[in-house]
C-alpha cells in the first residue's frame, strides 16, 4: 500500500522491540495511527506517554479511523468525559488519565474490565498508570521537535 510506504520512508530507528518514527504533520502521524491500528492484537492496552500538544489525541484518531470505528473529527480528548467508547463489535475506548490521581480514581474508570472484553483500550497520559492487568501492551512515547516535527517511538511491552 502507499501509504505504508510512505509511513516507512518515516522509520528513522528500528531497534529490537522498538520502532521510531519522525512525522512531519498531524495528517502523517493520522497516517502512523491508521497504520498501527492493523497491526494491533486483542486485546491491547496502548499507552500513549508524551506533553500536553505532542499529538498523543492526533495519534489515536489515525487509530481509530484505521480501524473503521469512528471518523477522525469523531475522536475528541476524553478529558472531562474520562472514557470514550467507539464502535459496535469492535470497541475502542480511549482515556485520558491527565485528571486522574491515585488508584481509587483510576479504578471508577474500569479499564481492567474494559480489556477482560478483549478491546482495545486506549490510554492518555499512560505515564499515571497504576498496576493495570493487562496481556499485550504497547507504549508509545510521544516527543515536540521542531515545528511540526513529532518523534514516535513504540515499544511493545509484552505479556
Ligand atoms: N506531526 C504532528 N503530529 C501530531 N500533531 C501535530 C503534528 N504537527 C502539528 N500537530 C498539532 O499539534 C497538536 C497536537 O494536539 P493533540 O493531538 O491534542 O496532542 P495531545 O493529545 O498530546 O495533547 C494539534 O494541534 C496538531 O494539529
Ligand atoms: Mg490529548
Not at 493520522?30 to 492484537?41: K, N, S, T, W
Not at 487509530?63 to 470505528?69: E, F, H, K, N, S
Not at 470514550?84 to 471508577?108: C, F, N, P, S
Request: charged fraction near 30%.
Amino acid at each position: 500500500m502507499e501509504k505504508d510506504h510512505r509511513i516507512l520512508e518515516n522509520l528513522s530507528r528500528l531497534q529490537e522491540n522498538r520502532l521510531e518514527f519522525v512525522t512531519h504533520s498531524p495528517e502523517e502521524t493520522i497516517e502512523l495511527g491508521e497504520y498501527l491500528a492493523r497491526r494491533l492484537p486483542r486485546p491491547c492496552l496502548v499507552i500513549l506517554q508524551g506533553d500536553l500538544g505532542s499529538g498523543k489525541t492526533t495519534l489515536v484518531k489515525g487509530i481509530v479511523a484505521g480501524l473503521g470505528v469512528a471518523r477522525p473529527e469523531e475522536v475528541t480528548s476524553p478529558s472531562f468525559t474520562l472514557v470514550h467508547e467507539y464502535g459496535q463489535d469492535d470497541k475502542v475506548y480511549h482515556a485520558d488519565l491527565y485528571r486522574i490521581e491515585g488508584v481509587r480514581e483510576q479504578a471508577t474508570l474500569g479499564l481492567e474490565e474494559l480489556l477482560e472484553q478483549d478491546a482495545m483500550v486506549i490510554v492518555e497520559w499512560g505515564e499515571k498508570l497504576i498496576d493495570l492487568e493487562a496481556g499485550v501492551q504497547i507504549r508509545i512515547r510521544m516527543e515536540l521537535l521542531d515545528g511540526e516535527d513529532r518523534r514516535i517511538t513504540i515499544e511493545g511491552l509484552g505479556d
